[in-house]
Structures are given as C-alpha cells and as structure tokens.
C-alpha cells in the first residue's frame, strides 16, 4: 500500500497568487515527521519544511505552510505569493520512528508558475 | 560547513562494468542514507548506515548492490556488474544522531546521475 499519495500529478499557478499541494499519508507509528521537498529541474532535493507528529501548531518557513491536519492524515504544502522560481518537482514525505529513520517518498507533483 | 557532498555527480558505465558512488556526510553526521530516484519517479530508499553498521537495508536490490561507512572515508555505493535499469539518479542523505540539533532533518547531497549503456 502506498504510504504517501500525492493525487497531483501537475499543477499550474499565476505568479503572486497561492498555491496548496495536496498531501496524505498512511502509518500506524504514533510518533513520525512530515517533510515536504523541493526539486528543481537542475536534480537537487531542497528541504522546505517539517512538521511532526507531536506538534501542536502547523509548521511554517518564509512563504511554504504545511496544512496538517492528523486525523485526516493529511499534510498539505501552502504556497504563498508564488514566485517563478518556485517551478519544480515537490515531493511529500515522510519518516516514521520505528523505522530507522528512512524517509519515505510521495510521487512528487509537478509545479508550473505562469508569468 | 560543506553540505553533504557526492562525488562523482555524472558516471557513465558499460553493461557489466562496476559502479562506486562515493559520499561524505556533513560533518558531524553519523547517519549516513542511500536513496534511488528512477526517471520520473519519487526516491526510493535503499539503506542505512552508520558508521561501520549497515543498519537498514530493507530498500537493497538483494543481488549486486553493496554498501559501506567505514570508521573513516566517505560511504561507499557499489553496484556490480550494472545493468541498463540500474540508470537513475543516487542520491546520498545525512542527518546527526537521535537528540541532536536539526535530527528532524535529512540533509541530501546533489546526487550521482548514474547512465549505463
């Protein structure tokens, strides 16, 4: 079963407005961490954001929020005042404690910034 | 303080051929993770390590593939005798132990593009 989905293949959005990335996952650990990652077309994956398991208030960085909503399993990435270089791959993932701590990856959804 | 860093980021092989795909963590980092992305794919974890420990390698293909942290030197991923579907990029991730600064997060060097022809 896929323990991360992203149901967003691509998705387009005018420059300066917002934009969410749908997230949800499936894990029985109590305790795990919620990231969200960013590839440019150039192949390095960014670290935007973490959210864990534990944590009272929904994680934020600059523009990028992270929706959390954990009894809906799902961990939505915000946008905010979207900015052309924000044209990437984003990937969800996640890594849960009795794991070892390896992350596991969503599909990635592909972001387009229009001018 | 130098990221994670992965050498070398372009390597081309011959069918059968062997590829060694090197990575030195940030200092201070003694977990060490190997990830896969296929073409058009997400990562899928592979394995991992700490120094001198093989700790996960549930994500290891069971034949061919090989992977060290020595006491000292970088992480070593060895791929033996490759094969057209062993193309994609490998990417390397370090993170310092349980309980230390920034755990949370696994900080990922740029990747060996790995093409076998």
């Known amino acids: 079963a896929q323990k991360i989905t992203q149901t967003q293949p691509g998705m387009f959005v005018q420059e300066k407005e917002a934009v969410t990335l749908d997230c949800t996952y499936d894990?029985?650990?109590?305790?795990?961490?919620l990231f969200w990652y960013k590839q440019p077309s150039s192949g390095e994956m960014i670290f935007l954001i973490y959210q864990g398991s534990y944590d009272q208030q929904n994680a934020t960085e600059g523009r990028y929020s992270l929706n959390f909503q954990k009894a809906r399993k799902s961990a939505n990435l915000v946008i905010s005042a979207s900015q052309l270089g924000d044209s990437a791959m984003y990937f969800c993932?996640?890594?849960?404690?009795?794991?070892?701590?390896?992350?596991?990856f969503g599909p990635g959804t592909s972001l387009s910034v229009i001018p | 303080n130098a990221g994670v860093m992965q050498n070398p980021r372009h390597l081309v092989r011959r069918r059968g051929q062997e590829a060694r795909l090197r990575c030195s963590p940030m200092k201070g980092h003694s977990h060490v993770y190997w990830y896969r992305q296929l073409p058009e794919e997400g990562l899928k974890f592979m394995v991992y390590?700490?120094?001198?420990?093989?700790?996960?390698e549930s994500g290891m293909p069971k034949e061919r593939f090989s992977a060290e942290f020595p006491k000292e030197g970088p992480s070593i991923l060895r791929i033996q005798q490759v094969v057209r579907g062993d193309s994609a990029a490998y990417f390397c991730a370090s993170s310092p132990g349980w309980g230390q600064v920034n755990y949370n997060e696994q900080f990922f060097g740029p990747g060996t593009r790995l093409t076998v022809l």
């Open positions: 993932a996640m890594r849960e404690e009795t794991s070892y701590d390896k992350v596991i």
């Open positions: 390590l700490q120094k001198e420990n093989i700790i996960d």
């Open positions: 894990t029985s650990d109590p305790s795990y961490g």
